[in-house]
Structures are given as C-alpha cells and as structure tokens.
C-alpha cells in the first residue's frame, strides 16, 4: 500500500501570508479601546440613571412640602404699631412731672406762719381733660395745681402767694379764695377746719409741663 502524507506541505503554508506586526497590534488595540469605551459608557449611564433617580425622589419632596400661609395683615401693621408707640412714650416722658421736686420746692417756700390743710396736682396731660367742658371765649386757664391751708392774716397769704409764683415748675398762680374763719365760710371750700379766729385761703395755679418755659 502506498503512504500518503497527509500534513500540509510546505507549499500549502506558502500560499497563507501572516498580517504584519503593527497590523496586528492596531486590530488588538482597537479593539481594547472599544472595550473600554462601552464600558466607561455603561458606567457613565448607570451613573446618569441613579443621579436622575436621585433628583425625581428630591423634586417629589419639594413637591410634598406645603405652601406657606400668607402673611397676616397684623404682621404688616408692626412697624407702624411700634412708632406709634415709641412715639406716644416720647410724649409721655416728655410731659411726665418730678412730684418729688415739686413738693419739695412748695415745702421750702411754706411761711413759718402757714399751715397747709390739702394739696391737689394733676399732670398737665390730665389737667385739660378733666374740664374740657369749659368754654374758650374768656375762660380761667386749667387749674391743675390747688392749696388750701390755714394763716393768721391776709398778709401770709399775700406772702405765700407770691412765693409759689416764683416756683419753676408752677405757673398762672392766683387766690382763689380768703377769708376768716369767724365770717362764717370757716374753711368749708378747702376740705378743711381752721381754727377761729385764723384766715382759710385756696391757692390755685397750674403744673408746668416739662420742658415747658
């Protein structure tokens, strides 16, 4: 029987050229960076997909999240409120009267010979409204400041009198009335009793407002 070769020969291999070497590295690296592009791709997307996720569950929040109520009108009207305020305490201060160093001027110009029986005072601020009543035309001035109190003569009142007229925080001081206590009148105006025999006078004039002149 005859042998028969049956491996290519080398003419068979001669027919078939191998691809050059740059060939074959350009092909393996194309397809390499193929490879990793789709996967930087698939990667970037997964990415995208969960950041837009992300933003529909934070936009549903917001969504979920009520409206704030309006305004109350009240708010608004604070800052006017607040002026009016700040203003009529200015005007408070401003009017507001130191009883104490009116009493203590009164007691220090008090003759040895005068005893007073009462002593009345409004602040100038209610003064005013307490005799609104009282017609303009040739009407007294307000009356907030009154002293009743007992003297042995006409002259200590006269005295008296003119020494309160020099008080600064006084004003328009005037009698009102005087009298003897034996003439029958014996202090009934005053709200008090003078002994017999002594002079009841009502002195009556007005405070003077702060920083008045």
Known sequence: MRAVNLLPGDEQNQGRKVPPLPVLVGCIGTVVIS??????FLSASAGVAKKQTALEQV?????????PAPASPVVAELPQQRQTRV???????????????????????????????TLNALAPSIAPAATSATPAGGAAPQQSFMVTGCTYSQDSVARFLSRLSVVPDLSNMTLGKSESSDSGGGGGGGGGQCPQGMFTFILQGAVRAAGAS
């Open 87 to 117: 203003t009529a305490l200015a005007t408070v201060l401003g009017q507001r009267v130191a009883w104490d160093r009116l009493l203590r001027e009164v007691s220090q110009v008090v003759p040895s010979d005068v005893w007073l029986v």
């Open 59 to 67: 936009q549903a929040e917001y969504a979920a999240i009520p409206a």
């Open 35 to 40: 490879a990793l592009l789709a996967v930087m």
